[in-house]
């Protein structure tokens, strides 16, 4: 006797044409000579291409929650380390 699950595979092929999409509109943003309006919009349309990557790609979607969870985790922790990386760069590039 075999057990059926009723478990919902994704299609990697509309998630790439996805991630396609959302590349064509990021290079075509860059061309916007607005910062006020050129940098949010790459900023949101990365954030969904790494969440879309990671969901699908990376089966965090269909794995437990507890890898979810610690993924984020690390992710925000490492949100201080960028930051400082970006205030210090300038001025270690200067010695």
Known sequence: MSHQTSEKRPNYLSIFIILAVLTLIETLTSYVQQE????PVLIAL???KAAL????FMHLKFDSRVFSYLFIAGCISSIPLVIVMVV???IIAKF
């Open 46 to 48: 990365s954030i969904v």
């Open 36 to 39: 006020a309006i050129r940098f």
């Open 53 to 56: 990557v990671l969901l699908y």
């Open 88 to 90: 210090v760069m300038p």
